[in-house]
């Protein structure tokens, strides 16, 4: 597990859900491994009514309902697609659903606008063609196809990005659950790839991408759609910043405390700077951004990065606001300038009044953006 | 409290306490408190009935305890001074709101006013039940014994605390905010709810953790799932006990808010102090009553609780304000939106009924004659075989208490029928839904249902499945599938209050209306066609009308073609009627008088000697007194009044349209009336010296605008004539002209037409005077200003359009275009927002002024650059020119003068030159003429 980057969820849970497995007596659809009520309390974690000889850490954070009916629809006869917001942890909710139902997440497909049918289905292996022709063993299964043989959940991350036509090439997959190879012979059934029990899809989708490549409405008929929201009750969020944070540190082995109060403050600026963009009038009033929990942690992230090895080794309210410029400053001059607002209009009155980190906070991000100036 | 029929409960919670908190502590004392509490009720001799609020198991069970027990007097927890409107239900369809209003306050802040209590009743309300019991059954008193609604505000702390009041009292403040269906949740509008039988925890992480381990999101649904389907079919004994212990439970585990337990056991003292009266007057025996009160008030444990309790409480007296009681209609909607409860769960409440009656064939009570569905119950049926009223109560407890959960077993046939039903109503809505999504639905509810633990999918978890199975889009304005599920579930339902249950006012409108046969208690819109010239009776449905929409919200009555003006009224009128969309609003009218007629003067007096009343706003209501309730009496009440608040006015801002009104009214009068009403003389005659006094300010004044000048000169000038027949005095006009001096261009220009019109300056003069303007390169830039201070001027002095006109094309011809194209959509915008009335009448003079063809135009010259040069000014009129003309021919003077014996003789003209008798010697042809051709006569 140490020498991974960025361990799966499978791998990095591995010792919970074999406990969680062996203590499950619920029964399991399919070849699933975790009943649907275990892979909720995989995902939510667990309380103490729940009787448990151990803790489980809640992993995603968001309502209820949201993980219940994601569980539901794969039980289901159809695909479950994700759809919302950048960074509100829908491809964390498919990696832990995929991890708990079939220990396995990375069968997945990138979907891209380079994606061919290809890699959703299967390609071959050209020199073994040459060498000894078209059959089974030289060809290269699709991780859907994969997911297919074995019976798992197979996951397609951005599927909006992908055209259209590589899109419908899921129509047949999801409601036919095989995928013929006309290549091969069919004599021995060799040309027919079946789909066994516990296979399903698990997409997501940018909710602002729609209309990029909008999904046909035959294969809406084919998913069930959970729609993510951005994430706005406060301490929910304080919740997956920290957690999220957490894992970061003890990743890169950096001991570094994260204060409270500095919490607050970026949370409070986030809110702040949400609230402004859904009173704008105009795309040229809001940042660029989309201000979800996941750029949140990419603040925090780069402030702790940057005082770690170029710092103070403290994490310090001058760091934060620098990271908060670099980081959602993209446009110059219109998202510098709302940054400018933000910091004289709304960060230096509360400092006067409140004092705290925020003085300090208002003095790193004046220098932040002089320099980006 | 040995030997009660608790003992046994008691052992084993004392265990369950020691095992779980060690010892005897703060647990054991809850739980056995709980216990306690459930013992003293059960022991009460007047037998005390728990309800829920909108809870189809309460009213369940009360129809089959009133059908046993047969009770002679029925308490119930509702504001008393109601009572005589409950009757008045039966005239009603449910679900409507009991209300009492009032607008005239004494004893409250001002700012609290108006005041407005409803309490909503459902019919599947164990409330609903016991009043149509006790009403209905010959020999039953109902007695309503909480606090009146007067004591809701006396007791009510809102002045002192900052959160919201209603919430915190179990009452619920209309807010309206819901989304969706914003004017059914508005439907109670400001009022302030009161409900019987409040019950829900107070104690926020309480409720938090029963949801969370109920795997519910709403606390309807959780009562639904753990209350509601386990108490359905059980017995008497074990409903009371089970809601006893629920009651005691909130209110034993209820963090201490000192001002909602007050009011609480307040209102408990207050309700055990009325009966206790009630018994003492009437003799009764409390084994004959029943009182219905909310489970939370069951487990009291005040002095005063029971028939034997303490008498110490004092009932203060009610405040002097007035208050006026009606029915109000309400909807499912606004019960939620009221009571915070979950969106669709009082239409759920009402399936559920529907549902348990069919099952349990329990046969309710029902108010005869209760419009809406069919009546279904049958008054005094035999009481059916049930354990022995008054025998010692059990222990039910323990059994409920041990029993698993009722699990509800799965009832396909519905689901099936919901599933295909919610793919039908979504196929209606726009959404791309085919079998395939019934199937998936179904299919999705139970594996939902299943996850969280439970056999049969609630409502609330096929609303979840629909959501995940069809909703792909979100298109604003298309219903979501949320919505759909909650309009399939029973839907909304809206009330509606009966001709007979409507106060007066709203009788005689719809009495009044009646010829247009329309049904307008009906919600919607219905169309009205009024031709008075073949049936002149609708002159009068025509009047009505006109005062509704004078008095209820926009919409109610809209008209469509006709109009009504002072001196006119259409032959033919066509409106859209929304009377029943709008029942509140007609029956909040009828708390302020028995006639429109009466609230209609009663509010334009209310306007007119409000503190701030302008005369403007005063002449409007005379222009309203008079268009709608006809006859001079008010209209001249009013009118003096304006008279008074003219006088005290101190500033012009008002004078456009005061000017406007009184023209109107003027020209009403003139036409209509044989002689003008004295007041609008007075009017005139003060108007006239109050804005000569003011005009010389006003020129000066940098606040007063141009307009408001021009109208001050308007009323002087176009008033003159009147004004003078009334003993005016023009020198003062002409004093106020010649003390104006103003600084603005436009006032100046606006002064000049001023003395222009009093003929203290010539058109020469003014003529004269613009082109200096437009000759001197330092003011040229202020030329256009000038310039509408003369389209303003066209109020006051109309006759001045031919020199505007000059004006204006000189500005276009010599203006340079540095000053000339920046001013131009200035004069669009001021001709079109300030001038808008007075624009034709400028085109007009320059259609006369310029060629017509463009082929006239080249030899085409201004009829001003004709003229001879300036200062060569023609005289308008003046006194002293007909004075040099009676000089020159003193002729008929002279014989005046001696058939009246006076012989004085002529005094010496200073200055006669010029003027008319110069003219006519330098020009004699005209008058040559004249003479021949009189001559031969």
């Given at each position: 597990m140490s020498d991974l980057l960025r361990a799966p969820a499978e791998i990095k849970y591995a010792e919970e859900l074999d406990w969680l497995e062996s203590i499950d007596d619920h029964p399991k659809p399919f070849?699933?491994?975790?009943?649907p009520k275990m892979v909720r309390l995989f995902i939510l974690g667990s309380e103490r009514?729940?009787?448990?000889d151990r803790d489980v850490s809640q992993k995603w954070f968001g309502d209820r309902s949201f993980v219940e009916r994601s569980i539901v629809t794969l039980a289901s006869d159809r695909g479950l697609l994700l759809i919302g917001d950048?960074?509100?942890?829908k491809s964390w909710l498919a990696e832990l659903l995929s991890a708990a139902i079939s220990?396995?997440?990375?069968?997945v497909v990138q979907g891209t606008?380079?994606?061919?049918?290809d890699h959703i289905k299967y390609s071959w292996n050209v020199s073994m063609v040459i060498a000894k022709g078209q059959s089974r063993a030289s060809m290269i299964p699709s991780p859907i196809m994969t997911a297919m043989e074995t019976g798992t959940i197979g996951r397609f991350e951005e599927?909006?990005?992908?055209?259209s036509d590589v899109q419908d090439a899921l129509i047949s997959i999801l409601s036919e659950k095989y995928i013929s190879v006309?290549?091969?012979?069919g004599a021995d059934g060799e040309n027919i790839v079946f789909a066994k029990p516990g296979f399903s899809v698990i997409a997501t989708a940018n909710s602002r991408d729609r209309g990029v490549n909008d999904l046909s409405s035959a294969l809406k008929r084919r998913f069930n759609f959970v729609r993510i929201p951005v994430v706005t009750n406060k301490k929910s969020e304080a919740e997956i910043v920290r957690f999220r944070t957490e894992e970061l540190l003890r990743r890169h082995a950096i001991e570094l405390d994260v204060p409270p109060t500095l919490l607050d403050v970026l949370l409070q600026s986030f809110a702040d700077l949400r609230a402004s963009a859904a009173a704008a009038?105009?795309?040229?009033?809001?940042?660029?951004?989309?201000?979800?929990t996941a750029e949140q942690i990419g603040v925090l992230e780069d402030s702790i990065l940057h005082s770690n090895f170029f710092g103070e080794r403290t994490l310090t309210a001058r760091a934060l606001a620098a990271s908060l410029v670099g980081t959602l400053?993209?446009?110059?001059p219109e998202d510098l300038a709302i940054l400018n607002k933000y910091l004289h209009g709304v960060v230096e009155p509360r400092g006067k009044e409140e004092g705290g980190s925020w003085p300090e906070f208002l003095e790193g991000g004046r220098e932040a953006i002089a320099k980006l100036s | 409290m040995t030997g009660t029929p608790f003992t046994a409960l008691r052992g084993q919670l004392h265990d369950a306490a020691t095992e779980f908190a060690?010892?005897?502590?703060a647990l054991e004392g809850i739980l056995l408190g709980l216990v306690d509490d459930v013992d003293r009720a059960v022991a009460e001799p007047l037998e005390i009935f728990p309800v829920c609020h909108h809870s189809p198991a309460s009213a369940l069970a009360m129809a089959r305890r009133l059908r046993e027990k047969q009770p002679k007097v029925v308490y119930l927890e509702?504001?008393?001074?109601?009572?005589?409107?409950?009757?008045?239900?039966?005239?009603?369809?449910?679900?409507?709101a009991v209300q009492a209003f009032a607008s005239?306050?004494?004893?409250?802040?001002?700012?609290?006013?108006p005041l407005s209590v409803v309490a909503p009743i459902t019919e599947a309300s164990a409330e609903y039940q016991a009043i149509a019991y006790a009403l209905d059954t010959p020999g039953v008193e109902l007695v309503l014994v909480d606090r009146s609604s007067d004591h809701v505000f006396q007791w009510d702390a809102r002045h002192e605390r900052?959160?919201?009041p209603a919430r915190e009292d179990g009452t619920g403040a209309g807010?309206?905010?819901?989304?969706?269906?914003e004017a059914e949740t508005a439907l109670h509008g400001e009022a302030v709810g009161v409900e019987i039988?409040?019950?829900?925890?107070?104690f926020a992480e309480l409720e938090e953790h029963l949801l969370r381990h109920g795997r519910v999101r709403h606390w309807s649904e959780w009562w639904h799932q753990y209350v509601e389907v386990p108490l359905g079919d059980s017995d008497h004994d074990t409903y009371r006990q089970v809601m006893f212990l629920i009651g005691s439970l909130f209110r034993r585990l209820a963090p201490g808010d000192g001002d909602r337990v007050r009011v609480d056991e307040d209102r408990e003292r207050y309700m055990w102090t009325r009966m206790r009266e009630h018994l003492a007057a009437?003799?009764?025996?409390?084994?004959?009553c029943l009182y219905v009160c909310g489970a939370f008030h069951a487990a009291s444990r005040v002095?005063?609780?029971?028939?034997?309790?303490?008498?110490g409480f004092e009932i203060t007296p009610r405040t002097a304000t007035t208050w006026q009681y009606g029915l109000i209609p309400s909807s499912n909607a606004a019960i939620e939106a009221q009571f915070g409860l979950a969106s669709g769960s009082v239409s759920i409440a009402a399936t559920q009924w529907t549902k348990n009656l069919k099952r349990t064939r329990v046969k309710p009570y029902r108010l005869a004659?209760?419009?809406?569905?069919?009546r279904t119950a049958k008054k005094?049926?035999?009481?059916?075989?049930?354990?022995?009223?008054?025998?010692p109560a059990e222990d039910r407890l323990s059994g409920f208490l041990q029993k698993p959960p009722v699990l509800d077993t799965l009832d396909e046939t519905e689901l099936l029928g919901w599933s295909v039903d919610i793919v039908r109503a979504a196929r209606r809505n726009g959404?791309?839904?085919s079998t395939a999504d019934a199937i998936a639905v179904f299919e999705t509810s139970i594996l939902l249902a299943g996850m969280r633990d439970r056999a049969k999918p609630t409502p609330y978890d096929f609303q979840d499945a629909a959501v995940t199975c069809i909703e792909k889009d979100r298109v604003p304005g298309r219903r979501d599938v949320r919505r759909l599920v909650e309009i399939m579930m029973g839907g909304d339902r809206i009330g509606q209050v009966g001709y007979e249950a409507l106060p007066p006012l709203a009788r005689d409108v719809h009495d009044r209306l009646?010829?247009?046969?329309?049904?307008?208690?009906?919600r919607g819109v219905r169309r009205a066609l009024l031709d008075m010239t073949s049936r002149p009776e609708l002159r009068a449905c025509s009047d009505v009308l006109w005062m509704l929409r004078r008095l209820l919200?926009?919409?109610?009555a809209r008209p469509v073609m006709g109009e009504r003006r002072l001196g006119e009224r259409s032959i033919q009128e066509s409106w859209d009627l929304a009377l029943g969309t709008h029942q509140r609003a007609l029956i909040e009218l009828g708390y302020e008088g028995v006639s429109l007629e009466q609230v209609l003067e009663q509010r334009l007096r209310r306007t007119a000697y409000?503190?701030?009343?302008t005369t403007a706003e005063v002449l409007a209501a005379v222009e309203d007194a008079t268009l709608?309730?006809?006859?001079r009496r008010l209209a001249e009440e009013l009118g003096t009044r304006a008279l008074d608040v003219l006088a005290g006015e101190?500033?012009?801002?008002?004078a456009p349209e005061v000017l406007r009104r009184v023209r109107g009214l003027l020209a009403y009068y003139r036409t209509s009336e044989p002689v003008l009403p004295p007041w609008i003389e007075s009017f005139v005659r003060t108007g006239y010296a109050h804005y000569c006094t003011l005009l010389p300010t006003a020129f000066r004044?940098?606040?007063?605008t141009v307009g408001q000048v021009a109208a001050m000169l308007g009323f002087l000038f176009g008033m003159e004539s009147l004004a003078l027949s009334l003993g005016c005095d023009r020198t003062q006009l002409e004093l106020a002209v010649a003390q104006a001096h103003p600084n603005d261009p436009a006032k100046t220009a606006l002064l000049w037409a001023a003395r222009v019109q009093l003929g203290t300056l010539s058109r020469g003069e003014l003529r004269a005077r613009c082109d200096e303007l437009l000759a001197n390169p330092l003011v040229v830039p202020s030329y256009p200003r000038y310039l509408s201070g003369f389209v303003h001027a066209l109020e006051p002095v109309p006759a001045l359009a031919d020199v505007v006109v000059e004006a204006v094309s000189n500005a276009f011809g010599r203006l340079p275009d540095a000053v000339l194209l920046p001013w131009l959509p200035v004069l669009i915008t001021t001709l079109r927002s300030n001038a808008a009335e007075l624009a034709p009448l400028l085109i007009r003079e320059a259609g006369r002024i310029f060629p017509a063809r463009l082929a006239a135009l080249d030899a085409w010259v201004p009829p001003w650059h004709g003229q001879?040069?300036?200062?060569?000014a023609l005289p308008a009129a003046g006194a002293a020119h007909g004075a040099a003309l009676l000089a020159a021919h003193p002729a008929t003077c002279d014989a005046l003068a001696e058939l009246l014996g006076r012989t004085e003789g002529w005094t010496e003209a200073e200055s006669s030159a010029g003027t008319g008798a110069a003219l006519l010697a330098r020009h004699p042809a005209t008058a040559e003429a004249l003479a021949t051709l009189l001559a031969p006569r």
């Open positions: 070849s699933w491994r975790l009943s009514a729940d009787g448990l950048p960074g509100t942890g220990r396995n997440s990375t069968q606008a380079g994606t061919t049918e599927l909006t990005r992908s055209t006309p290549e091969l012979d009038g105009s795309d040229d009033e809001k940042l660029e951004s989309a201000l979800s400053a993209r446009r110059e | 060690g010892g005897e502590d509702l504001c008393e001074d109601m009572t005589p409107l409950l009757t008045e239900l039966r005239n009603c369809r449910l679900p409507v005239d306050i004494d004893g409250f802040p001002p700012d609290w006013a900052t959160d919201d807010s309206g905010t819901a989304t969706g269906t039988g409040d019950l829900r925890p107070r009437t003799g009764t025996d409390p084994a004959d002095d005063e609780f029971g028939v034997h309790g303490g008498d004659g209760q419009a809406g569905t069919e005094a049926l035999p009481p059916t075989v049930l354990p022995a009223a008054g025998a959404y791309l839904a009646a010829p247009l046969e329309l049904n307008l208690q009906q919200p926009h919409g109610a409000g503190p701030r009343a709608y309730l006809g006859g101190r500033t012009v801002d008002g004044d940098e606040d007063a001879p040069a300036a200062p060569r």
